[in-house]
């Protein structure tokens, strides 16, 4: 047998003294099937010259740089050049054993596919000389503290799945990709029988000994990473480990026992970064900006890397400091461009929400973000100062100019709005921590319809922060309690809904002070009759996010989660972008997890949906598993986008999923047709996008590019294939064309003009997407296809790429000639292709209807009200659903109270 083949990726910045040595390991390694990548990212020493002097010697291939992009680009760039089916990330001063490669081969060639990444234990030399031996895997340990090396065995599968490192980071990228690989549904394993050998050293970029500020900078950048995850954080029921999550009706009641009596308004506390348009991912900034040769961050740092989930401080009996420096420390960090509070904000405002108010609205990047979700949304800001009001005018739809001090005396008919007419009121920081909030609010509530809702942030004035502040005498605790900002909210009318909490993960206090305070903690929590567990984590809450509604009582409860047994790109369309507006329902809570059945457990007068994604159920362990979710008054729901007999257990079954579910969700009619003879209770919910991409912007001296990216197609293309080379010969240089996955349809390609990329992320496929004109959609009409949802076509509609499909699944969706070119025949495919290819304009215009039409129609902020009004029909009908379950399984009943 083969051995498959490993890419060692190696990127080197002032690695000059320990390149012969990386290259020795790995020369020296028992597995043979390797090719070595060097990445040289601009250094400024002697590192390529000695590369390129070894070259003779040993078997790699050098990338250079011209200019410096930092490790997680430089390893990034590695992977685009090669071509393994494993991934082993090799810092230029690390070393391996000559069987470490050999060993995790064939530990992954024998794991199950969702396994990732292989770890070892590490011996670090140098500078320090330890032995870490390597933590077994937990994504739970994973979420408290980083405990893995970059220079793990990573198939490449599954790297392409998330995207790879996140280029943006320059450290703590390692610990961001295996988070990533978490939460898609990766898990990892530890290879004790090898070992990676380290190399620390005092000056290197991860700055092991924080001589430069690196815990510092560690600290916030690991901070922000979490903060970036939080949704699957949440999704999994991990809100409780460092980031956020919504309190419990427990939790919110002993949080007020806790809280401290103060009647002064808290002084205004500005927010700490500026509003600026939300990138894609966070920078995080060298302190220094000096030369330090890349090595891996996230496990190697002695003062992070533990065998255990958490780090206890060290005891000592040090009195009680003042932390002037460390506070100005933290002050003195470059802005983090990802604000998690607007984040956090915009993410709860209802997507079908016709008109919303944000008051203090900054240069307008929250607005614009939540225009791209809800178009047809009339989005108003009220802006605090004339130059924010210039920038928030080109993102939103109007901008009102007022200092903080005019808005409690400023009324409706000024604003030209009218009352009762908000569906939702956002306060940003700035005037929610202001001494006017009370009466702002106040004085706005009648501008908010009935149900309409509030949304703030506050900061938490037990946050050890502010306790540090009050004991070194600096300023009293801002902010307000939970009680106080929700009584805050009585007295304007309007009715507490939930609390979320933020938390910076990471940002711990100071040593001396966390042991000062820790070692009397018990002592005080027994004196005083507190819960010492709930005062360490209310100190770790910087802020708590607050959501009120325009209601006199509560909203209907209703819990909705999903089990994920597939890591298919419907995992988003099906599952992740759907909950993301389902939870801005008041009442709604959402949880998600993959793999693992956990029941959350029900509040009070709470409706519960569970929702089986994908599942594969069969008749001997299913019974069991649907009891258990029944004995909990559950809703079951059997989730399916594509003909169950492609996988041959359903068949084996005879369909026990989906009658063995109390109902089913799918998304195409004749899908749901087939799937009404073992259950009629289903319900069609069709994809659709999850926001409306920008507008296309296209380059009139490019060629034109067509797309074709499909798995399985073959039988549907061949017979297209020589009126597209027929066209391609025609037009020369003026087409090109992108494959993604189908390297047959790529060989086919009668031109030299054609490029090609494998399997990639789904993000990457959006990409690559955007930059083609047309887009071919062929189907032939198979049962098969038929049952496939329109998702490609207006996935290219939202990104201005013009599609030519089959009327197979498209001839209900698409309007020929105005949306979309329809071809029933190779013929007319190639005269299509012509006509499309030669008229600019038309081409242009039939892709800005496409786009209007997603625009208007196709966004899930339209429909997903619809999947929440059947979800509690389905629950208000579930005596006649449990009769109906019961004469098709009566074995599901068997011994249930």
């Not at 503290?145 to 990573?154: A, G």
């Not at 887009?775 to 996935?795: Q, V, Y």
Request: charged letters at 25%; a negative charge; glycine letters at 4%.
């Amino acid at each position: 047998m083969s051995q498959p083949l490993v890419s060692v990726i190696t990127p080197c910045y002032n690695g000059q003294p320990f390149l012969q040595r990386v290259l020795d390991s790995v020369k020296n390694s028992t597995y043979t099937a390797i090719e070595h990548i060097m990445i040289d990212d601009a250094s400024i020493d002697d590192s390529v010259t000695t590369l390129r002097s070894l070259a003779n010697d040993y078997a790699f291939q050098l990338l250079e740089s011209d200019v410096r992009q930092g490790p997680a680009p430089a390893r990034n760039r590695g992977v685009q050049a090669s071509r393994g089916k494993y991934l082993l990330f090799l810092d230029c001063d690390d070393t391996i054993e000559p069987h470490f490669i050999e060993t995790l081969v064939r530990v992954a060639e024998a794991a199950p596919e969702e396994v990732a990444p292989f770890y070892t234990p590490i011996r670090l030399q140098g500078a320090m000389e330890r032995s870490i031996g390597g933590a077994s895997w937990s994504i739970e340990r994973l979420i408290d503290s980083p405990f893995m090396s970059v220079c793990s065995l990573v198939p490449r599968e599954a790297f392409d799945r998330v995207d790879g490192f996140t280029p943006q980071l320059r450290v703590l990228e390692d610990y961001d990709l295996f988070l990533k690989l978490a939460f898609a549904g990766y898990r990892g394993q530890l290879v004790t029988d090898i070992r990676l050998h380290c190399e620390i050293r005092p000056d290197s970029y991860s700055d092991h000994f924080n001589q430069r500020g690196g815990d510092t900078v560690k600290r916030r950048t690991r901070s922000l990473i979490l903060q970036r995850h939080r949704h699957d954080i949440e999704r999994l029921g991990l809100g409780d480990r460092p980031r956020s999550g919504l309190i419990s009706t427990v939790a919110r009641e002993t949080w007020a026992n806790l809280t401290w009596s103060r009647t002064q308004i808290p002084h205004h506390r500005p927010e700490p970064h500026p509003i600026r348009p939300t990138p894609s991912d966070p920078t995080p900034s060298d302190p220094t900006g000096s030369p330090h040769p890349e090595s891996s961050p996230a496990s190697l740092n002695p003062a992070t890397t533990t065998e255990s989930t958490t780090t206890q401080p060290t005891k000592s009996k040090t009195p009680l400091p003042k932390y002037p420096d460390k506070l100005e420390l933290v002050e003195a960090l470059e802005p983090i461009e990802v604000e998690p509070i607007a984040d956090m904000l915009v993410s709860l405002i209802p997507g079908d929400a016709k008109r919303v108010l944000e008051v203090g609205c900054g240069e307008g990047a929250m607005g614009e973000q939540f225009k791209r979700v809800a178009p047809a949304c009339h989005y108003t800001g009220i802006a605090l100062t004339a130059t924010d009001a210039r920038h928030a005018a080109t993102k939103i739809d109007r901008v009102i100019a007022e200092p903080i001090e005019a808005l409690p005396q400023l009324d409706h008919d000024s604003c030209d709005i009218a009352l009762g007419s908000l569906d939702c009121i956002v306060y940003r920081l700035d005037v929610a921590a202001s001494p006017h909030f009370e009466a702002i609010l106040t004085q706005q509530q009648p501008w908010l319809r009935p149900e309409g809702l509030v949304l703030f942030a506050l900061p938490n004035p037990h946050h050890w922060g502010e306790i540090i502040a009050l004991l070194s005498g600096q300023r009293r605790p801002q902010g307000y309690t939970i009680e106080e900002a929700q009584q805050m909210g009585g007295r304007a009318g309007l009715t507490a809904l939930d609390v979320r909490v933020l938390n910076e993960a990471g940002d711990e206090p100071p040593e001396a002070f966390a042991t000062w305070l820790y070692d009397r903690l018990d002592d005080a929590a027994q004196a005083f009759n507190f819960d010492p567990a709930m005062f360490k984590l209310t100190a770790r809450t910087s802020h708590h996010i607050f959501r009120l509604w325009k209601a006199p009582a509560k909203p209907r409860l209703l819990l909705v989660q999903t089990l994920l047994l597939s890591k298919m790109a419907s995992d988003r369309v099906r599952v992740y972008q759907p909950d993301r507006l389902l939870q801005t329902i008041p009442g709604v809570r959402i949880s998600s997890s993959v793999h693992a059945l956990t029941l959350l457990p029900g509040r009070p007068n709470e409706d519960k949906v569970f929702i089986w994604q994908r599942a594969q159920l069969d008749g001997e362990t299913g019974i069991a598993k649907q009891q258990r979710i029944l004995r909990d008054n559950y809703l079951t729901v059997a989730e399916i986008d594509d003909d169950p007999r492609f996988w041959a257990s359903h068949i084996e079954s005879d369909f026990f999923t989906f009658r063995s579910c109390h109902c089913i969700q799918t998304s195409t009619e004749p899908l749901a047709e087939f799937l009404r003879q073992f259950n009629p209770y289903v319900k069609v919910i069709p994809n659709q996008l999850p926001e409306l991409p920008p507008p296309r912007i296209y380059d009139d001296h490019a060629p034109v590019t067509i797309f074709f990216g499909a798995l399985n197609r073959e039988p549907d293309w061949q017979p297209l294939m020589a009126g597209l080379n027929r066209t391609l010969n025609d037009f020369g240089d003026r087409i090109h064309v992108r494959v993604v996955h189908d390297r047959h349809f790529y060989n086919a390609l009668e031109t030299p003009h054609k490029s090609f990329e494998a399997t990639c992320t789904y993000d990457r496929y959006h990409e690559i997407l955007r930059e083609c004109d047309v887009a071919l959609l062929p189907l032939n009409p198979t049962e098969f296809n038929g049952m496939k949802s329109d998702l490609k076509f207006i996935e290219c509609a939202g990104r201005g790429v013009v599609t030519l499909v089959s009327p197979t699944v498209y001839k209900g969706s698409v309007d020929h000639g105005q949306t979309a070119l329809m071809f029933h025949t190779p013929e007319e495919f190639e005269v299509l292709l012509h006509q499309v290819i030669e008229n600019d304009d038309w081409r242009r215009d039939i892709a800005a209807k496409a786009y209007a039409h997603v625009r208007d129609h196709r966004l899930i902020s339209h429909h997903y009200r619809e999947r929440y009004d059947w979800y509690l029909e389905m629950r208000d009908r579930l005596p006649e659903l449990n009769a109906a379950l019961r004469d098709r399984i009566p074995q599901l009943f068997e011994g249930l109270t």
